[in-house]
């Protein structure tokens, strides 16, 4: 059972585009969200961050926005650089739970992102 | 810090072969982590420690998949014997307590193919 979706395989966009990925979760108990970038050959590595008291998180060019009643989560990369082609992973803790929840994370399929010249 | 260090990078093994994946956290970190990564299921967490100890395994898919962590440097993942649905891109990440931060910061991976 994937408690994290991310529902499309890949995005392509042109250069200096808004490049928009999108996550959905069905556990109301998830209370920290996160995603990564992964490039071929490396580990992925930590992007931008929310909790679930806040709506929106900005840091440069990514905002993530956040819709509990939705359960959904979307990361917004403006403008889109050929630097940005990656695969984005989108990850979920429900850190308040506490038990074995406590420091785990669970991830999405990932979606590859391919940022056009 | 050199970050996550895991050992092979790639591993090429016949299908009933042992196989053991080692990893070297972050110094300080108090979590590991030890993911599985396909095309149809993504990252997968297999099992994860705190000092040491493992806390959840539930992800390990078979008897077949062991893990350890002697000391807060070193943890390896094994599997035997092998077989061919093993082969995937293993990743070992590890932590600082999550009263602090949140990131898991991952090495850069095994590739096993498993023939």
């Known amino acids: 059972d994937q408690q994290v979706k991310q529902n499309s395989p890949s995005l392509s966009v042109q250069e200096g585009r808004i490049s928009i990925l999108n996550c959905d979760y069905t556990n109301s108990m998830f209370d920290y969200f996160l995603w990564y970038k992964k490039y071929p050959a490396e580990g992925p590595t930590f992007l931008i961050s929310i909790s679930s008291i806040k709506d929106k998180n900005e840091d440069g060019r990514f905002t993530v926005f956040l819709n509990k009643s939705a359960k959904h989560l979307s990361l917004h990369i403006v403008p889109s650089q050929p630097g940005d082609s990656a695969v984005y992973f989108c990850?979920?803790?429900?850190?308040?739970?506490?038990?074995?929840?406590?420091?785990?994370?669970?991830f999405g399929q990932g979606t590859i992102l391919t940022v056009h010249p | 810090d050199a970050g996550v260090i895991q050992s092979p990078r790639h591993e090429v093994t016949e299908m009933g072969q042992e196989v053991t994946l080692r990893c070297k956290p972050i110094?300080?970190?108090?979590?590991l982590f030890w993911y599985r990564q396909t095309m149809m299921r993504g990252l997968e967490l297999l099992i994860y420690?705190?000092?040491?100890?493992?806390?959840?395994d539930s992800g390990m898919p078979e008897d077949r998949f062991s893990a350890k962590m002697p000391n807060a440097s070193f943890s390896t993942l094994k599997i035997q014997p092998s077989e061919p649905r093993d082969s995937a891109v293993y990743f070992c990440?590890?932590?600082?307590?999550?009263?602090?931060?949140?990131?898991?910061?991952f090495g850069p991976g095994t590739r096993l193919t498993v023939t």
């Open positions: 990850a979920a803790s429900s850190y308040s739970a506490g038990g074995t929840s406590y420091g785990k994370l669970t």
């Open positions: 420690f705190n000092n040491n100890v493992p806390i959840d």
């Open positions: 990440a590890s932590s600082r307590d999550p009263s602090s931060s949140y990131e898991q910061y």
């Open positions: 110094s300080g970190h108090d979590y």
